[in-house]
């Protein structure tokens, strides 16, 4: 969580990958209703808000005041610009073939797809040893957007596991995986190793704070996005359910009865705010009897990600 598809959809991205105060870079020219090109391709501009509906993602300044919305794949940091499309050394179409890890995720991996619902897969790619050398750098993400595909160069997508974000996680115990390399297969055989308590802090603050800014719209007779509300509980049953087992839920056929109504406008607002509370105090409870560790085990991650590094210096 709409973009017309489960990739672009808002609350299938519940971590923004982008801050407000990012300087970012156009990727499409920006026209007005007639055609008149506005600001062209290649522009510079300042994220000065992250969106709350979609296909709006983030709200972009420009210099001479301007601003309107862009959607992910059509703007970049200009961080990273280099290493996207000038490069001549590791041009972006060739570094998927470095991937790791390859999953199914979105409301396929949920089991909460519909008719509209489309394909939408995630993963890893090891960049090259020799690119961290370069005047260039890496890309922290790339992307097939026609395939809806998503791939994270390794040691970004170990930051955000490590700090619990939903993403990460669901990619590494998705119920679809693949492994395309020694080092996909040492980073899944310690997933749990990203598992702790900062589950619940990362889970329940976005998902609050969600709420909220979600409520705060619909008082101004927004029109309701059931969808986005379902990922949003959808989000606490998965936190509970991690807390409980020490194992992330990704797949919630167990949960059907209670998300798909939600999906389809069945279910009244002032119900679905008492699923809330009450799956938020299911939260509190299972996370002061979880078993899972105050932090995640930095050394292990940081034991497999060293390895990685040294296995790219040698291809």
Same mark, same amino acid.
């Given at each position: 969580? *709409?973009? $017309?598809?489960?990739?672009? *959809? ?5 971590? @923004? ?6 300087? =970012? ?7 007005? &209703? +007639? ?6 391709? $290649? ?12 296909? &709006? ?29 000038? &490069?001549?050394?590791?041009? =972006? ?16 991996? !949920? ?13 890893? !790619? ?6 961290? @050398? ?13 395939? /809806? ?13 490590? #700090? ?15 492994? %395309?390399?020694? +080092? ?21 603050? !976005? =998902? ?11 008082? /101004? ?5 059931? #969808? ?28 059907? *009865? &209670? ?10 607002? *002032?119900? +679905? ?9 299911? %939260? ?18 940081? #034991? =497999? ?8 210096? #040698?291809?």
């Amino acid at each position: 969580m *709409d973009y $017309g598809s489960e990739y672009d *959809d808002f609350m299938e991205h519940p971590t @923004w990958l982008h801050a407000v105060g990012t300087y =970012v870079v156009t990727l499409v020219d920006l026209t007005n &209703d +007639i055609g008149r090109v506005l600001h062209p391709r $290649g522009a510079v501009g300042v994220l000065v808000r992250q969106g709350l509906n979609p296909p &709006d993602s983030y709200r972009v300044r420009f210099v001479d005041g301007y601003e309107t919305w862009l959607r992910e794949h059509e703007l970049m940091p200009i961080s990273s610009v280099s290493s996207r499309e000038i &490069d001549p050394a590791d041009p =972006v179409d060739e570094l998927f073939d470095r991937a790791i890890i390859r999953s199914l995720t979105g409301s396929h991996a !949920y089991k909460l797809a519909d008719a509209e619902s489309r394909i939408e897969h995630r993963g890893v !790619y090891l960049a090259k040893g020799t690119s961290f @050398w370069s005047l260039f750098g890496v890309p922290e993400q790339i992307e097939k957007h026609a395939e /809806r595909e998503s791939f994270l160069e390794l040691q970004r997508f170990m930051v955000m596991a490590l #700090k619990a974000q939903p993403p990460a996680l669901e990619c590494l115990y998705s119920p679809a995986l693949e492994t %395309f390399s020694e +080092i996909g297969e040492q980073l899944v055989a310690i997933r749990s190793s990203f598992l702790s308590k900062l589950v619940f802090n990362t889970y329940h603050e !976005y =998902v609050s704070s969600q709420f909220s800014r979600l409520f705060s719209t619909l008082r /101004r007779g927004r029109e309701i996005p059931w #969808k986005r509300l379902m990922h949003l509980v959808r989000l606490l049953f998965s936190g509970v359910a991690t807390l409980k087992s020490s194992e992330v839920l990704v797949d919630m056929t167990d949960y059907l *009865d &209670d998300l798909m109504p939600i999906r389809h406008g069945e279910v009244g607002l *002032d119900e +679905i705010d008492r699923l809330r509370l009450e799956l938020q105090r299911a %939260f509190r409870y299972e996370f002061e009897r979880t078993k899972l560790p105050d932090r995640p085990n930095y050394a292990e991650a940081n #034991k =497999v990600l060293m390895a990685a590094r040294f296995a790219a210096l #040698k291809d």
